[in-house]
């Protein structure tokens, strides 16, 4: 993605507003914790100097990281407004180590900081840097990438490179990886959106272990989710190629599929809560499809939210059970969204 250059010292104060945007879709019986339907809660807007592709929240310390342009807009959860800057570090997104207090904005080079002080520790060369995850137990960040190496892993505590992965497609292949899961048991699941298929890696030995193959029944993966419980993903699929945006749904131990659901959008993006129990997809259309897990043999499409266009990515935060969007849009009178004129950055705070 070209960068277009920032200056951070022109971020104007985060303005807070109130949305009330939603629309609902319900195309299955769903039980007493849907009576409720998703919103948007809150929005708050900042100038957006550059293009933005991921967000990340921090439930822990209560931080959510949006890079924006060359520099890292960083908001407080609980108040929504903005909280720091790290400025001179561009990328996609930031992957978050909430007890070592360290982060890793994904870009070439890739920036190491203390998510205390917003400061730069280091740089770290990372070609063709995209998405990201980070992995608990092995205190790792892993960099995605759509060529070799497909993966490149960062030591969370002093940003040192410890592994490589050359290539995660079928056959060892060079391959588009879009985004991953963790199962926190040493299982990493990546989906590879030129393959149709979702890689399995090693967590400690960076080993390529198997390939669950989405067939017909998704094609280009790009959002991918994980219950760790009962071992189960969620595989949000662009569609394409004639085929319809689609949530596949798949044994995370054998990779056999158990169902599938429609999604409202091209998926760019995934989550899921535990807590809830629902996977979150997120799309550029302006649309959020939320996906009820009953049982781990039965789902359903609970509803569809209305977000706002170009609201591609997602995160979670596990405290509050609310789903950040984020979007960049237009000024009053100014460029169209994603054009070259004034943009604001949109960050949504959408819960029941």
Known sequence: MRKLPQNPSTLLAAALGLSGFLGLAQIAPADDIAAKPYKILATTQIPAAGRIDYVTADSVNRRV???CGNAVSVFDLDTYKLAGT?????????????????????????????????????????PGADGYIFDAPTHHFFILSHR????LVVDSMDGSIVGKVEAIGPNGANAAVEQGATDGEGHLYFDVANAHHIAVVDAKTLKVTGHFDLGEKGNGPAGLAIDPKN?????????????????????????????????????DGAAFNPRTMEAFSSHGNGTLSV?????????????????????????????????????REATPGGGRQGGGGPQILDVMFIGR
Do not use: Q, W
Request: with cysteine; glycine share 10%.
């Open 65 to 67: 990281y949006v890079a």
């Open 86 to 126: 790290l400025a001179k570090a561009s990328g996609h997104g930031v992957a978050i180590d909430p007890e070592n207090h360290t982060g890793l904005v994904s870009g070439n080079p890739a920036t190491f900081f203390n998510t205390k002080t917003l400061e730069a520790i280091k740089t770290v060369p990372a």
């Open 148 to 151: 070799a190496p497909n993966l």
């Open 231 to 267: 071992h189960i993903l969620f595989a949000m699929c662009r569609g394409g190629r004639g085929g319809s945006p689609t949530c596949v749904i798949l044994s995370a131990v054998d990779g056999k599929i158990i169902t599938t659901l429609p999604l409202a959008g091209s998926s």
């Open 291 to 327: 996906i009820k897990e009953n049982s781990p043999t039965e789902f359903v499409l609970e509803e569809t939210v209305k977000t706002k266009a170009g609201g591609k990515t997602c995160t979670l935060d596990a405290k509050t059970d609310h789903v950040i969007v984020i979007t």
